[in-house]
């Protein structure tokens, strides 16, 4: 199955800050997931990128506050912009692999101050 | 829509007592894939298992079983002999074929004593 690294393992930011997530995956896939897991909570799908368009916003989560990137099959961050505390989540990318299903990242922790 | 129910939020046990975690899910696919991970306190997310819609067969992993039943919905798993180290937080999951989205339980935190 894939491998992703995900990048950075955990931050402490100070509120109205931005801070860009990066994952790299060892294949070439299609499509890419980034999830939110809020402290003591389950995880919140955010968005899906698929490199052949824009990504697709769950409902509650807008462009604006979560830009995602994906500029190759390999490739894609997500910028938490204009952080404030109610940010401060684990924040983890995924990517499906049909033979194997999904596969995650092992999460960036946020912490906004 | 689709949606996953973990009805049990925290379970305590103690070690080597057996312990079922419910798992209730909703769609309206015909083919979709339903997944168990375990999330240790250390963060990171362990896949399981993966069934999917057509295959009703109970699975069995060592100390681990899933049951799966589509008249009620359900996927659920049990641990058998419960140790220490089954401690964490366990998460169903359902993606459905239309959608390749991979929607969340709440999860259910498992606290195994010795």
């Known amino acids: 199955s894939a491998v992703i690294s995900q990048k950075p393992s955990r931050d402490i930011c100070q509120r109205g800050t931005s801070l860009t997530i990066q994952c790299q995956v060892d294949?070439?896939?299609?499509?890419m997931f980034w999830y939110r897991q809020q402290p003591g909570q389950s995880l919140t799908l955010i968005a899906t990128a698929n490199q052949a368009s824009e990504a697709t916003y769950e409902s509650g989560f807008v462009i604006d506050k979560f830009p995602i990137s994906r500029p190759n099959l390999t490739f894609s961050t997500l910028t938490v912009s204009n952080m404030s505390p109610e940010d401060s989540s684990i924040y983890l990318c995924?990517?499906?692999?049909?033979?194997?299903?999904?596969?995650f990242g092992s999460g960036t922790r946020l912490t906004v101050v | 829509a689709q949606k996953v129910t973990q009805a049990q939020t925290e379970i305590s046990v103690v070690e080597k007592e057996d312990v079922t975690l419910d798992c209730v899910y909703e769609?309206?696919?015909?083919?979709?894939?339903l997944f168990w991970y375990k999330q240790p306190p250390s963060g990171e997310l362990v896949f399981l298992i993966r069934r999917n819609s057509f295959d009703e067969q109970n699975e069995i992993s060592g100390r681990y079983s899933w049951n799966f039943q589509k008249s009620t919905s359900s996927f659920n798993f049990t641990i058998t002999a419960s140790q220490v180290v089954d401690s964490a937080v366990y998460f169903c999951a359902l993606s459905e074929a239309g959608t390749d989205k991979l929607i969340f339980g709440t999860g259910t935190r498992l606290q195994v004593f010795p």
């Open positions: 294949s070439q896939v299609t499509m």
């Open positions: 995924s990517v499906l692999d049909r033979a194997y299903g999904y596969t």
């Open positions: 769609t309206r696919d015909t083919t979709y894939y």
